[in-house]
């Protein structure tokens, strides 16, 4: 569905500014207000640089450049074509809307940080549970229900076992978003076994995406990286690559 695809990416480009605000505000551990900060300085920057796409290029008054706004923009873009490219304009497509910013929103605040915060984990998977539950039967899609259920658990599960036998290797943070994800994946599928069979291929994937890369940023720079972006990645990767049961 091209055109879908185009008009949601369209609209992430458009959403952007406002999940960089919850990303900056976020970062700076402060309440929400709307305006976007110098990453580097904390200088507050002209009000221009909320504008989608044309703010890009603003720059706080000592000419500080960053990563943030730019590689907020480019996921909103790509997860939102994944997401219109998959659903079209279908019930199931609002929910992942959500998701895949709140999403970006984590991975962005996780590279920074190291931490995936409470304040986007718990909501995100309360909200998205609540689609799941509230969402399915009305549009004649009840079988979606125990298949997602299975995935998120059985995919919260497995990291907080990582995380008991191995705490370095698996913060509390990633378990959080654990069942978020294998909610997502487990969504697509009316049928249990194919759920949690895809949650399996999503999790290795972020596994391996996470190990690989991984290692290459810590031979070349010297910094520590975070493994949630890298399961956020590898269940977007599944999700672009499977057709909705409710299709
Ligand atoms: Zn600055």
């Given at each position: 569905?091209?055109?879908?695809a185009?008009?949601c990416?369209?609209?992430g480009?458009?959403?952007?500014p ?18 976007l900060?110098?990453p580097?300085c904390?200088?507050?920057l002209?009000r ?8 890009l290029g ?6 500080h ?7 907020v923009t480019?996921?909103m873009?790509?997860?939102?074509a994944v ?19 709140a ?15 409470n ?11 609540f ?10 899609y009840?079988d979606g ?11 919260f ?40 069979e ?10 391996l995406?996470g190990?690989?890369i991984?290692?290459?940023?810590q031979r070349?720079?010297?910094?520590e990286?975070p ?13 672009a690559g ?6």
């Amino acid at each position: 569905m091209p055109l879908e695809a185009a008009l949601c990416t369209a609209l992430g480009v458009l959403l952007a500014p406002l999940v960089s605000i919850i990303v900056d505000r976020a970062v700076e551990r402060e309440p929400l207000v709307a305006e976007l900060r110098c990453p580097r300085c904390s200088r507050t920057l002209a009000r221009r640089a909320l504008v989608p796409v044309f703010g890009l290029g603003e720059r706080c008054s000592e000419g500080h450049r960053h990563w943030r706004y730019p590689a907020v923009t480019s996921a909103m873009a790509a997860t939102y074509a994944v997401a219109g490219y998959r659903f079209g304009f279908t019930w199931q497509l609002w929910p992942y809307l959500v998701l895949f910013a709140a999403l970006v929103a984590m991975s962005i605040i996780d590279i920074e940080t190291k931490l995936l915060v409470n304040i986007i984990t718990y909501p995100t998977l309360a909200g998205f549970l609540f689609a799941v539950l509230a969402l399915s039967s009305p549009n004649g899609y009840s079988d979606g229900i125990a298949p997602a259920l299975w995935a998120g658990g059985l995919y919260f599960l497995f990291f907080l076992v990582v995380h008991v036998v191995y705490p370095a290797g698996m913060g509390l943070g990633d378990v959080k978003l654990a069942p978020s994800l294998g909610l997502g994946v487990g969504w697509l599928f009316t049928e249990t076994t194919a759920a949690v069979e895809r949650m399996m291929v999503a999790v290795i994937l972020g596994l391996l995406l996470g190990g690989v890369i991984g290692i290459i940023v810590q031979r070349s720079r010297k910094a520590e990286v975070p493994f949630g972006p890298f399961m956020v990645l590898g269940t977007i990767i599944v999700i672009a690559g499977t057709v909705p049961a409710s299709l």
